[in-house]
């Protein structure tokens, strides 16, 4: 199996780079985002690769970096995600903001990507939200209460000081760490009033 590529670009496609090493031309597939960031046809480049060999076909697969390689081989393990739409959901976000998007179960960003709709998204949040904090530069208190929220067990004022922000025009993960900051200052027992109050003044820094 190849699992790394070092040579000049020979040329691009679509989707897909040509590098030659060594006389031979790699047919490597990529997302825009690693299209868009790699050097000119002639220079060097090095791209790790991740191999898919069926009966009648192999494909190269490329990535800037291990980690987008890690996220490629998840996305595939959630049901609904093929090679198709795991580069459309790279080609769309990088791996830390997708790390992050995950951990806070935030849906919509995911569903951003090309061919993914609400139902698949909600399938990548639910499935790698356990996988996505190792990968995300997020508060794990953040990215707790986030799940909390999602899976409805978040305690009734925390929930309605998240609801609140949201009303007044935050994005839910602006909302979900500002109400997660002010929990941990307020401690526990803080009424929703304390803590939007909290919250927004957390938001104003």
């Known amino acids: 199996m190849i ?33 868009q960031a790699l050097p000119a046809e002639g220079e060097a480049a090095v791209l790790s690769i991740e191999t ?13 970096s291990d980690v987008e390689r890690e996220w490629f081989r998840l996305l595939q393990t959630v049901q609904g995600v093929g090679t198709k739409v795991a580069l459309a959901v790279l080609s769309t ?30 399938r990548i949040c639910t ?3 356990d996988k996505a904090p190792a990968y995300a530069a997020i508060d794990p208190a953040v990215a707790k209460l986030s799940g ?18 949201v009303n007044l025009g935050y994005g839910q993960p602006q909302a979900a760490a500002a109400v997660a900051a002010a929990a941990r ?13 909290l919250g927004l003044k957390e938001l104003a820094t």
């Open 148 to 165: 909390a929220l999602a899976d409805r067990r978040a305690p009734q004022p925390v929930a309605d000081a998240v609801s609140a922000l």
């Open 93 to 122: 976000l990088p791996p830390a903001e997708l790390a992050s998007a995950v951990a806070m179960r935030d849906k919509a960003m995911v569903a951003r990507a090309p061919g993914v709709g609400p139902k698949v998204a909600e």
């Open 52 to 64: 898919h060999v069926r009966e009648d076909q192999i494909r190269l697969f490329g990535f800037l």
């Open 185 to 197: 200052a307020a401690g526990e027992g803080a009424d929703t009033a304390k803590l939007i109050r």
């Open 3 to 35: 699992g790394k590529l070092k040579g000049v670009i020979d040329s691009y496609g679509e989707d897909f780079v040509i590098l030659d090493v060594h006389g031979v031309g790699y047919l490597v597939h990529c997302s825009a985002r690693t299209l």
């Open 127 to 129: 499935e790698l939200k």
